[in-house]
């Protein structure tokens, strides 16, 4: 089963993602893949800009890339005006040409995606749950980005991975729903008790 995890842009995804997470492997799943939490620092900050401030009064500065199942942490993106004051932007990076919020880091572009290549890491018993947080413009719309991630969706289910789950922000969702056929029609979650119970149940049934 492919679930396709949505929302507006800071509504929780990522923090709702990890909760799951612990919670599989409380009952003996694993997670594989790619998480993608934000760095933030308090609202109060006197630089800070209220675009970027969320409902709990922090601002998101950029975003880490952590690497299931080892918890690798990769520095994945800047915010593109922090990038941009602190001399770091590359106007041939795929984000630039892409006119992103977030200026990303070509290495760690390339880092990720050697991890997501490199998978799974399978057990003669186990089972786990394919994540990727996420698929945005560069993925969906340029080919580009996370390559890697795409492609272990367009193989669809296998014995290590049965199911998937991927936040595709909500502008996205129809670029997303018809690009991996082999899942079948996927389902669609959100950062709730429910959708958590749907994950949990899909392992167990």
């Not at 694993?30 to 922090?58: K, M």
């Amino acid at each position: 089963m492919l679930f396709i995890l949505t929302g507006e842009v800071q509504t929780g995804k990522t923090r709702w993602l990890e909760s799951l997470i612990d919670s599989l492997f409380e009952n003996g799943i694993s997670a594989q893949g790619v998480l993608a939490p934000g760095v933030w620092r308090s609202g109060n900050d006197p630089d800070a800009v209220e675009e970027y401030v969320d409902e709990n009064g922090f601002e998101k500065l950029g975003i880490d890339n952590v690497l299931l199942p080892d918890n690798k942490l990769i520095p994945f993106a800047r915010r593109r005006d922090i990038a941009e004051a602190e001399g770091l932007l590359n106007p041939n990076a795929q984000s630039e040409k892409a006119n992103l919020l977030w200026h990303i880091d070509e290495d760690a572009i390339i880092k990720v995606n050697d991890h997501l290549a490199s998978l799974p890491h399978a057990t003669a018993h186990s089972k786990s749950l394919l994540v990727i947080d996420e698929l945005g413009r560069l993925e969906l719309l340029r080919g580009g980005g996370l390559v890697e991630a795409l492609n272990l969706l367009e193989q669809g289910p296998n014995t290590t991975f049965p199911h998937a789950l991927v936040i595709v922000r909500a502008a996205l969702l129809d670029d997303a729903k018809t690009r991996f056929p082999l899942w079948g029609e996927p389902t669609l979650i959100y950062p709730d008790c429910e959708s958590a119970n749907q994950v949990l149940t899909a392992f167990v049934d």
